[in-house]
């Protein structure tokens, strides 16, 4: 009999979002029991996160003419998207369906989602601060840092924790693609003939991979580049690689995708754009010149051992 449980529809708590972990997951876990027993497919759950955030995106516009009760039903709707957007991987845990598929589809939703918010929250900024021209450009560029630098904390954070599971757990190792092994899956799918849809999810992922993998032997050398490369799970590893990257993960986890989004809606329903975007921009990378450096130490020594480096 499947395990419906909370505990079963999560990854590993230690490399959990603590806001996922208390707040979306919980909503999530909800909705996936609800979804079980019907038809519903986790990737159309997936679909309905899209939708409720490109809704997000229309409030969030819609609210420069209208007010900031559009405003704070953007941000509401932004963070039920990143509920729903989670209940999708917890009903694939649930069903033991997980897939390279999934993923790429999740993170091609959420681009879609940070398309559709974040252009209008940016205008807000502008908005804000258009009786001051220098002031406005001013937090309008700190917008667009908060914006890109926040793309590479969730590549951070997904390729962290991706490699703290191949290290940690002896089976459940989500994510772990190597680059070879997504040509591979594209080769294959159009030997077959690769549907329209399909070829959208490969598009951007045949290219995040590769990126993610340069920017990663950039931050941290001592990890090797592919996942095939990593020393394989035994007990002995999987507690020394705990001990050593715990409580690194931890830090890591507040740069995640729903840390983001949490703290965007909730700025955005209390009217405090300039502040969250102030956060992401300058104290999020402030505190990577300790995070970075931490990072490494514990890959050096633990990498080092099993003769990886």
């Known amino acids: 009999m499947a395990d419906l449980s909370f505990r079963a529809s999560i990854k590993p708590p ?133 914006v890109v630098t926040g793309s590479l904390h969730t590549t951070l954070y997904d390729h962290f924790k991706n490699v703290y599971l191949v290290h940690t757990q002896p089976t459940r190792r989500e994510g772990n693609d190597d680059p070879e092994d997504v040509e591979a899956h594209y080769a294959g799918l159009q030997s077959q003939g690769l549907r329209l849809f399909d070829a959208v999810r490969f598009f951007l992922y045949r290219r995040y991979v590769p990126q993610q993998r340069a920017l990663l032997g950039w931050i941290d050398p001592s990890i090797p580049s592919r996942y095939r490369d990593m020393p394989e799970y035994s007990v002995e590893r999987a507690a020394r690689y705990r001990l050593l990257h715990r409580g690194v993960m931890r830090a890591w986890s507040f740069y995640g995708i729903g ?30 010149l300790a995070l970075v450096p931490a990072q490494r130490r514990a890959s050096r020594a633990f990498f080092t051992r099993e003769g990886m480096s």
């Open 259 to 288: 840390t983001h989004i949490f703290g965007l809606g909730v700025a955005m329903m209390t009217g405090q754009l300039a502040l969250y975007v102030f956060f992401r921009a300058v104290v999020f990378n402030l505190a990577l």
């Open 14 to 146: 230690e490399v959990e979002e603590l806001i996922d972990l208390f707040v979306h997951r919980p909503l999530a876990h909800l909705i996936a029991r609800s979804a079980y027993p019907t038809a519903i497919t986790p990737d159309q759950l997936t679909m309905l996160s899209m939708f409720v955030g490109i809704a997000a995106g229309w409030c969030t516009w819609s609210s420069l003419a209208r007010g900031d009760g559009w405003l704070a039903a953007g941000g509401a709707l932004l963070i039920a998207s990143a509920v729903v957007d989670c209940s999708d991987g917890q009903l694939a845990r649930m069903r033991q369906s997980s897939s390279r598929f999934g993923r790429m589809l999740d993170g091609l939703v959420d681009a879609i989602v940070q398309l559709a918010v974040i252009p209008p929250v940016l205008a807000h900024l502008w908005m804000e601060h258009r009786a001051h021209p220098a002031g406005a450009a001013l937090w309008l560029a700190v917008g667009v840092v908060a």
